[in-house]
Structure formats: C-alpha cells, structure tokens
C-alpha cells in the first residue's frame, strides 16, 4: 500500500476547534461514567477505599486522593483515617470511609517516641523490682519522675495533645465530636456487625458510649445509644455509671432520661452512688426532679436526705445552715419535723432545732408535737427542754 502524500497527511492530523472540543467532552463524558471503581485498583494496600456511585463527586474525590495520605498518618500518628476524619469534622468523609469498610471498633494509640529516656521509663515501670534495687530509699522520688515523664511524652504524642483522646474508638470519638445523629446511628448500626455489644463496649481508656455523652451533656445522642440499647447501668473502667457522671455534671434531663431507662440510684461499689453526688455538689435540682420520676425514687431520695441531714446533727451549726439552705425546695413541713424530732436526741443541737423549727412553712404538725415535746424532757438539756417549752408550751383548758 502507497504512504498518503505529505499535503494528505498535514490535512488529516489537522483537527478544528469544535471537533476538538466534541472529542474532549466525549471522552470526558466517558471518563465519568467509568471514573468510579467498584474495587480498588490491583496491587492496592489493604485498606484503599471502594468508592460507589451514589457518593457525591466531592467526597468521592477527596477520599480517593486522601486515602494513601490517611494510611500514612495513621501509621505515623497512630489515628485511623475513620477517627481522623471525625477530629477534623469531615462527617462527610467519614461516612465514605464507613461505606469503604472502616472499622469502627479501630483505637486511637499514638506510638510512644523510641528514644533511651522513653525506654527506661517503661522498663522502671515494668520491672519495679529493679527499680527498686537500683533506686533504693529514693525509689519514690525517682518514679514518681518517670511516671510524669511518661504522661508528657504520651502527651506530645497525642493527636491534638489531647490525653483524653487516646484509646478512642470511632463511636465514642463520634460522641465526644458531636457527630450527626444519623451518623452516629450508622456507626452503631455497623459496629454491631464487627462487634456485637458495641454500643456497651469499652475503649481502652474504659469508655463507653454512654458514659461519655451523658458526662459531655450530648442530650440527643443519650436518647440515641438508650434507644438503640445501650445499658443505662454498664460500668467504665473506672467503676462510673452514665447517671453518676449526669449527676457530677449536673445534667438535669439526662438525668432525668436515665432514671427513666431504669438506671439504679444507689450503687453496691465502693463508689459515690448517684445520690451521694447529688448531696456533695449540691445538686437540689436534679432530686427534685427525680422525686416525680415515681415513688421508689421519692422514697429512695427521702430517705437519703434524712440520712445525711441527721449525719450533720453531730457538725457545726454553719454546715447544717447550709445544708438546710439549699436543700430547701427538697425539705417538706414533714421532712423537717421528722429531723427536729431527731435532733432533739441529740446533746447540744439546740441550735439546729432552732434552724428546723424557723424553717417550717407551717405549725409545728400536731401529731408529732407530743413526740417532740415528751423526747425533749427526756434529752437532760436545759437548753432544748427550755426552747421546746418556750416555742411550744402546752395549752390547758
């Protein structure tokens, strides 16, 4: 076959502008419809996100140009893309790397810095025998120097230097972010597969979901995890309810939400029970509200008032004022004769008694006054049996 002439060959490469431009959206209208892989490209890390057509070409192109990026930083800081995408707010992004096949059940663990002072820290740490054999009467006072050097360098290795964020996992970093609703649902929905109980699990820093929107005050994601199951009454780490921490924190409708969910006001650990916090921080109006919950926990809430305002019998008269003063809305005309007549009994609380009786909205309620009046002569105190006569005489005729 003959080659084309020179003039015949110039005049096929030559193209026009519009054919140029129907050729470039043709192809670019091609590379649209095949742009979106359904699997990674062969010989892609374990890991490289599977994008699908319906992700909005923005999100699907950031994750697709980030992933390697993220992988990377994931193994330079020690936070997985899903976590890093939630630090930094892409909601977006992060369900994409859900779609993808991000695990949710994935931890936060920032790689300690490989030097000789980290080293010798953890072996002094580990090995306190050794420790001690080297240290000697200074044992103490050396570790005690390791253990605060220790929380530094884990601090700076830290994503944000933030110590709190170290052993999340993608749901309860998603809490502590305020993640959407919707969002956060999903995470629940396909953690459950990778890890049933996922909505009661603990990170490693002993977290649970639960716990830390009632203690961060997240009222819609409490009403979230409780809807979707999670347990009002599972423990951290740390031995702490959802309840304890509404109650520290003064959270009023949370707390209020979980009494509701069956969570116990009293617990049988070691540690402060819901109502003991309540009463150290002052929290009259969280057990006001919990009195209208139903009668067990009126009953329940009574009955550890009583207990403490009759453990202050026995304090200075300043302390029980004060409890008196802001336990007010909490105190009915009942409540306070019932502790007047125990405070009766007790040698030298007549400066309490007094602080009962002018408290009372209303007289003294005639069914006990003849108990106050017959335990009064009984105390021995002149100055109880003189108030009580005084305040109190009793009528002839």
Known sequence: ????????????????????????????????VTSAPQRPPVGAPVGAPVLRRHEPPATAAKLQSSWVTAVLDAQKTGVPPLQRALLDGDFAVAEALLDAGASVKA???????????????????????????????????????????????????????????????????????RAPDALLAKLCALGSREYPDILNHRDACGRTPLATAAAAGHLNQVVLLLGLGADPDRTTGF???????????????????????????????????????????????????????????????????????????????????????WAAPLLTDRRLAQLAISAVRVPGAVGK????????????????????????????????????????????G
Not at 383 to 392: F, M
Request: proline residues 5%.
């Open 1 to 32: 076959m003959r080659p084309l002439p020179r003039r015949a060959r110039i005049q096929q490469q030559r193209v026009t502008p519009a054919q140029s431009s129907t050729t470039a959206s043709t192809s670019a209208g091609t590379a649209q």
């Open 107 to 177: 931890e936060i663990r920032p790689p300690l810095v490989s030097d000789h002072a980290t080293t010798c820290t953890l072996f002094s740490l580990a090995r306190p025998d050794a420790f001690a054999l080297r240290f000697g009467e200074h044992e103490t006072l050396y570790r005690n120097e390791c253990i605060t050097r220790l929380a530094m360098l884990t601090e700076e290795a830290s994503p944000r230097r933030r110590l709190e964020l170290n052993g999340t996992n993608a749901l309860t970093l998603a809490v502590a972010c």
């Open 239 to 325: 031995g702490r309810r959802a309840l304890q921490l509404a109650a520290e924190a003064g959270h009023r409708d949370i707390f209020i939400i979980l009494l509701d969910s069956g969570a116990r006001l009293e617990t049988g650990d070691e540690s402060e029970s819901p109502l003991e916090l309540c009463v150290r921080h002052r929290r009259a109006d969280l057990l006001e509200a919990g009195q209208h919950v139903s009668s067990a926990h009126r009953a329940a809430i009574s009955a550890h008032l009583l207990a403490h305002a009759k453990a202050l019998l026995g304090a200075g008269d300043a302390e029980f004022a004060t409890f008196i003063r």
């Open 353 to 396: 008694l007094v602080i009962l009786c002018d408290n009372l909205a209303a007289p003294f309620p005639v069914e006990r006054l003849w108990a106050l009046r017959m335990l009064a002569g009984r105390s021995g105190d002149p100055e109880i049996i003189a108030y009580v006569s005084a305040r109190y005489p009793v009528r002839t």
